[in-house]
C-alpha cells in the first residue's frame, strides 16, 4: 500500500538555523513527490515537486528537497530559516497508475523563533 | 476562477444533521479531489474526480459520506447524520489532467455539537 512517513511531528528552530524535514515514502511504482505548506490561517500551497530528472528540485522561498530512490526519502531543506517560515509542511507522493491520488504524510509543525 | 473556492467556510450542526460542503475547483481543470484533516492529523482522503465520474471512492469512511460533481466544474460532498467524529476541516483540491500539482481551497471546518 502506498503511504507517506514524516518522522519529525514538531520543530522548533532559532531564526538562521538550518532546516532538514524528513519524508520517506513506499510505493511500488513512479511517484511525483511534492512539499506543501499551510501557513496559519492560509490554505495549502505547493513549495516544489519533483517529476524526473534532476533529483535535487529548488521551490519557493529557497528551499529545496533532494529524491533519493534507494531510500525512498524526499527530504526538504533550507540552509537558514526566517521567522515567516512558521508553518506546517506536507510530504506527498501522487501515483501515476490508477487514481492519480495524492497521499499525504502526517504533517510537520515547524515554529521559527525570532 | 483565480483559485479553488469553497464554501461554507464554517459549519455548525447538530449531531444527526445532514450537511452539504461545495467545492468551486479552477475552471478547466478535470481532476478534483476532496480531502479530510481531523485536528492535529495529516490529509485523509476521500474522494477523487476526473470529470465527473469518481474513479476511487476508496477513502469515504462510510455510506454516509457521498460525493457528486457535475458539468465537469462543481462538487458537493454531502455527509447524512452526521456525527461528532465528523469534526474536521474538509479540503477540495483541483488539478488539470496532466499536470500533476493539486491547487487547493481553504476548507470548509465542520463542527459537530
Known amino acids: 500500500a502506498q503511504s507517506v512517513s514524516q518522522h519529525n511531528h514538531h520543530v522548533i528552530l532559532s531564526e538562521a538555523a538550518s532546516l532538514e524535514l524528513g519524508c520517506n515514502y513506499s510505493?511500488?511504482?513512479?511517484?511525483?513527490l511534492f512539499w506543501y505548506v499551510q501557513y496559519p490561517g492560509q490554505h495549502l500551497q505547493l513549495l516544489l515537486k519533483y517529476f524526473s530528472g534532476d533529483p535535487l528540485v529548488k521551490g519557493i522561498k529557497g528551499f529545496e528537497a533532494e529524491f533519493i530512490k534507494s531510500k525512498f526519502s524526499f527530504n526538504l531543506r533550507k540552509p537558514s530559516v526566517q521567522w515567516s517560515d512558521t508553518a506546517e509542511y506536507f510530504c506527498?507522493?501522487?501515483?501515476?497508475?490508477?487514481?492519480?491520488?495524492?497521499?499525504f504524510g502526517t504533517g510537520t509543525r515547524l515554529k521559527v523563533l525570532a | 476562477g483565480a483559485g479553488v473556492s469553497q464554501s461554507p467556510s464554517n459549519k455548525v450542526t447538530e449531531k444527526g444533521k445532514d450537511v452539504e460542503l461545495r467545492c468551486d475547483p479552477i475552471?478547466?481543470?478535470?481532476?478534483l479531489y476532496w480531502y479530510r484533516q481531523r485536528l492535529g492529523q495529516g490529509l485523509e482522503f476521500l474522494i477523487y474526480?476526473?470529470?465527473?465520474?469518481?474513479?476511487?471512492k476508496s477513502g469515504l469512511p462510510s455510506d454516509r459520506f457521498s460525493a457528486e460533481r457535475t458539468g465537469e466544474s462543481v462538487s458537493t460532498l454531502t455527509i447524512q447524520r452526521t456525527q461528532q467524529e465528523d469534526s474536521a476541516v474538509y479540503l477540495c483540491?483541483?488539478?488539470?489532467?496532466?499536470?500533476?500539482?493539486?491547487?487547493f481551497g481553504q476548507g470548509t471546518r465542520l463542527t459537530v455539537v
Open positions: 475552471s478547466g481543470h478535470t481532476a
Open positions: 510505493y511500488g511504482g513512479t511517484v511525483n
Open positions: 506527498a507522493l501522487r501515483t501515476t497508475s490508477g487514481t492519480y491520488k495524492y497521499i
Open positions: 483540491a483541483s488539478s488539470l489532467i496532466d499536470n500533476t500539482e493539486a491547487f
Open positions: 474526480f476526473q470529470g465527473n465520474s469518481a474513479p476511487d
